[in-house]
């Protein structure tokens, strides 16, 4: 089975600041990666699709690259809104998805 | 607008039975695929299971293979999950999701529904 593991598990930031978090998979998934946004209580929310697609309705702060084995979700201005727990997940196979990268407030 | 609405959760006792149920509005729901997601307290997203458009093709996870049940009625715009010889680590929010129609991603979900699992 493939296995996701994201860098860092969890990281303090402030409003304005550029957020990078790392989801490495165990063998390549080509662009089979997506990326969701959770807050306490909610159901998740797609992000990004196909690694870099941004999802309909999306604001364009957030984005996606990689290809293979690693990929990365950059918020390039961080927003209050934001603060949230971020999940990888690939759709190469069976879905699997990350632990998961917890954003609060530094 | 797209909605999904789980139903059917509760507390039951291990080794118990429940069947959650998710009722699909907004959409064509018989041209898409479903997935059932759950999240452990405190925990992170574990896929559950996956159906095919038209039902005729379904995956679970090993934990929950022999022991749950994914099945749709395109009919009635619901996709449902019956959970057989249930534990207690089977206790979590059960998320029922849409697959997005190019990707891969998930890109509606429901509200989700707890299923505890305890004597």
């Known amino acids: 089975d493939i296995q996701m593991t994201q860098s860092p598990s969890s990281l303090s930031a402030s409003v304005g600041d550029r957020v990078t978090i790392t989801c490495r998979a165990s063998?390549?998934?080509?662009?089979?990666l997506n990326w969701y946004q959770q807050k306490p209580g909610k159901a998740p929310k797609l992000l990004i699709y196909?690694?870099?697609s941004l999802q309909s309705g999306v604001p364009s702060r957030f984005s996606g690259s990689g290809s293979g084995t690693d990929f990365t979700l950059t918020i390039s201005s961080l927003q209050p809104e934001d603060f949230a727990t971020y999940y990888c997940?690939?759709?190469?196979?069976?879905?699997?998805f990350g632990p998961g990268t917890k954003v609060d407030i530094k | 607008e797209v909605q999904l609405v789980e139903s059917g959760g509760g507390l039951v006792q291990p080794g118990g039975s429940l069947r959650l149920s998710c009722a699909a509005s907004?959409?064509?729901?018989?041209?898409?695929?479903m997935n059932w997601v759950r999240q452990a307290p405190g925990k992170g997203l574990e896929w559950v299971s996956y159906?095919?458009?038209?039902?005729?093709?379904?995956y679970y996870a090993d934990s929950v293979k022999g022991r749950f049940t994914i099945s749709r009625d395109n009919a009635k715009n619901s996709l449902y999950l019956q959970m057989n010889s249930l534990r207690a680590e089977d206790t979590a929010v059960y998320y029922c999701?849409?697959?997005?129609?190019?990707?891969?991603?998930?890109?509606?979900w429901g509200q989700g529904t707890l299923v505890t699992v305890s004597s």
């Open positions: 999701a849409r697959d997005g129609p190019t990707s891969g991603g998930l890109d509606y």
């Open positions: 907004g959409f064509t729901f018989s041209s898409y695929e």
């Open positions: 159906i095919s458009s038209s039902g005729s093709t379904i």
């Open positions: 063998q390549s998934i080509s662009s089979y």
């Open positions: 196909a690694a870099s």
């Open positions: 997940q690939q759709s190469y196979s069976r879905p699997i």
